[in-house]
């Protein structure tokens, strides 16, 4: 599952601003880009805590909050929706009135919730890159099978080469119709 937009939320527990981010990531690269932007916003934040979970990679951080009351709790939450291809970010403004560990735990872990709250959760759909050498006598079964959007390059020589984005079901039409095809490259997100 991945979140259909990126989310921002804030809340205030006994003074302290917890405010999350949770974006849409594909790789560690968007990740670290976001980080750093945030870093850069909120540079007087007491903490930025983190989890990400990226093609079942993760990572998560308590930025010097007690050990577990802060990236663990993010990183349960990602969990327990099921989610992918997701970095959460919480800034906290320590507002003077400590928590305790359990109401860091409480405050890390309803922030993530709310913010989850306000966007869909999508189910993700694997989609494949591929490349189809058809004849010409066969183009017409083919854009049958094929919406002319999942067209990414042709070439016309002695046959057509088409090199396509395509989800599992087209792949499935196009093998019924006995129409072969080399995959490119898969992509999950």
Same mark, same amino acid.
Request: net charge positive; charged share 25%; glycine share 4%.
């Given at each position: ?13 006994? %003074? ?27 540079? @007087?934040? *007491? ?7 990226? $093609? ?6 308590? @930025? ?15 969990? %327990?929706? $099921? ?9 906290r403004y320590f507002g003077g009135i400590k928590l305790g560990t359990k109401g860091l735990l409480r405050a890390y872990s309803n922030s993530v919730?709310?913010?989850? +709250?306000?966007? $869909?959760?999508? *189910?993700?759909?694997? *989609? ?6 058809? @004849?010409?006598? %066969?183009?017409s079964i083919l854009e049958n099978i094929i919406d002319k959007k999942n067209i990414l390059e042709s070439s016309f020589q002695d046959y057509i080469?088409? +090199?396509?984005?395509?989800? %599992? @079901? ?9 129409? *072969? ?9």
């Amino acid at each position: 599952m991945i979140i259909s937009e990126n989310a921002y939320n804030e809340i205030i527990v006994q %003074k302290s601003k917890f405010i999350t981010y949770l974006y849409k990531v594909n790789n560690k690269e968007k990740f670290l880009e976001y980080y750093e932007l945030l870093k850069k916003q909120y540079k @007087d934040a *007491s903490h930025i805590c983190y989890a990400y979970i990226i $093609n079942q990679e993760i990572k998560y951080s308590d @930025d010097n909050e007690p050990n577990g009351t802060a990236g663990l709790p993010i990183y349960e939450v990602l969990k %327990k929706n $099921n989610l992918n291809y997701i970095a959460c970010f919480i800034i906290r403004y320590f507002g003077g009135i400590k928590l305790g560990t359990k109401g860091l735990l409480r405050a890390y872990s309803n922030s993530v919730s709310l913010a989850l +709250k306000n966007i $869909n959760i999508v *189910s993700i759909e694997p *989609s494949f890159k591929i490349k189809v050498q058809i @004849d010409y006598s %066969k183009v017409s079964i083919l854009e049958n099978i094929i919406d002319k959007k999942n067209i990414l390059e042709s070439s016309f020589q002695d046959y057509i080469i088409y +090199k396509l984005i395509v989800n %599992k @079901d087209i792949l499935n039409k196009l093998e019924l119709n006995k129409i *072969s095809y080399i995959i490119l490259e898969e992509n999950n997100f």
